[in-house]
């Protein structure tokens, strides 16, 4: 019984999840802002001592959805109640192991922001709390397991694969498009004029492409992470290449969901999105020259 109970109540805990995920990330990607032109950075620039308010960026998102805080909510009372029948099931004691207490955390963690949203207007917090809950839900369920891992399917590999490189493009493009930005910036703040600054785009052009790259990105990367969590076994044998592996991709996830959420709910657009968005794809980089480096160094040896 208390197998069926764990099984249905982490069914509907995955789909809850799911779901206030996706809804968070509709909430982020709806926002729209304008950033300053050319013309009006040119005019800060030029000694201009009074502040336009129709020059700073002016945000028109739509309100947030009133269904992604209860989808949350419901997913982390399934997370409770699968916790609670698979620590039984398992035989493990949720205390002593370190896999259901970061389920224990991320459950804390959902707890406050949905108490505390409202009053301090951090709906879009729900982009990170959303995907971690569901991270360390699939990391308890893999890791809880006292049998032997089931083989992966090809298909399940494929999927994981696919996304990270997938997304990892993406983020390419968005930190190409960040560079150009920041060199665009410094012509213009140096007054150079337009027939020297080659056929660079404009910055709200280029501002909006990394926004752009970074939405159809961050999916991508979110269920790289999610399907990574079957191997998090490896980070407990102590290898150090699986270990800064995940750390380097953990830390690409949160810098590109942070860019995405401070511009959502402080209005970082511009030079601080771009110098963040350069800051995640070194972090991808940094993955990518890990997988690199290990069939490199097994042929040498």
């Known amino acids: 019984m208390p197998e069926v109970l764990s099984g249905i109540s982490f069914v509907l805990a995955l789909l809850f999840y799911g779901a206030a995920s996706a809804l968070f990330f509709l909430d982020v990607a709806r926002s729209r802002a304008r950033l300053p032109s050319a013309t009006d950075l040119a005019g800060l620039g030029a000694g201009s001592h009074h502040h336009d308010p129709a020059a700073r960026p002016s945000a028109a998102a739509a309100p947030p959805s009133r269904h992604a805080p209860l989808l949350l909510g419901l997913g982390a009372l399934g997370h409770a109640t699968y916790v609670t029948f698979a620590s039984f099931v398992a035989h ?105 600054m080659g056929s660079l785009p404009p910055l709200d052009t280029l501002d909006r492409a990394v926004h752009r790259f970074l939405i159809a990105g961050f999916p991508l990367l979110t269920l790289g992470i999610v399907t990574g969590t079957y191997w998090a076994h490896q980070l407990e044998m102590g290898n150090t290449e699986e270990v800064m592996r995940a750390i380097f991709g953990y830390a690409t996830w949160l810098l590109i969901a942070l860019v995405l959420l401070l511009r959502a709910a402080a209005g970082w657009r511009g030079r601080r999105a771009a110098y963040g968005t350069i800051a995640g794809l070194a972090c991808a980089a940094a993955v990518l020259v890990i997988y690199l480096v290990r069939p490199a160094a097994g042929l040498g040896g």
């Open 92 to 196: 493990v004691c949720p205390v002593h192991s370190v896999h259901f207490m970061l389920s224990v955390a991320s459950l804390l963690a959902i707890a406050v922001y949905l108490v505390a949203r409202r009053r301090f207007r951090i709906d879009a917090l729900g982009l990170l709390i959303g995907p971690l809950g569901l991270a360390f839900l699939l990391g308890t369920f893999f890791l809880g397991k006292p049998h032997p891992e089931p083989k992966l399917s090809p298909l399940f590999i494929a999927a994981h694969v696919m996304a990270n490189l997938l997304g990892i493009a993406l983020f390419l493009l968005a930190g190409a498009s960040a560079a150009l930005y920041l060199v665009q910036e410094k012509r213009l703040k140096k007054k150079r004029h337009v027939e020297r």
